[in-house]
């Protein structure tokens, strides 16, 4: 369960300019994949650094 705060607010610019994710340069579409049954293939993204920091951030503040 997770308990909005109406007072919090994000830092002035963060992650504002930040990609959320970068592409996997190791994942592939699967063979066995079908476009019409599983949907466009879209490559895997690798969390950013700074983003990976900021949820563990979060997920600290959490427990």
């Known amino acids: 369960m997770e308990i909005e705060d109406d007072e919090a607010?994000?830092?002035?610019g963060w992650l504002d300019d930040e990609l959320e994710g970068i592409e996997d340069p190791e994942a592939s579409k699967p063979e066995d994949w079908d476009d019409k049954?599983?949907?466009e293939w879209e490559?895997?993204?690798?969390?950013?650094?700074?983003?990976?920091?900021?949820?563990?951030?979060?997920?600290?503040r959490g427990q």
């Open 43 to 60: 490559d895997l993204k690798l969390k950013t650094p700074s983003v990976r920091r900021h949820l563990a951030a979060v997920s600290r």
């Open 37 to 39: 049954e599983d949907g």
């Open 9 to 12: 607010t994000k830092p002035e």
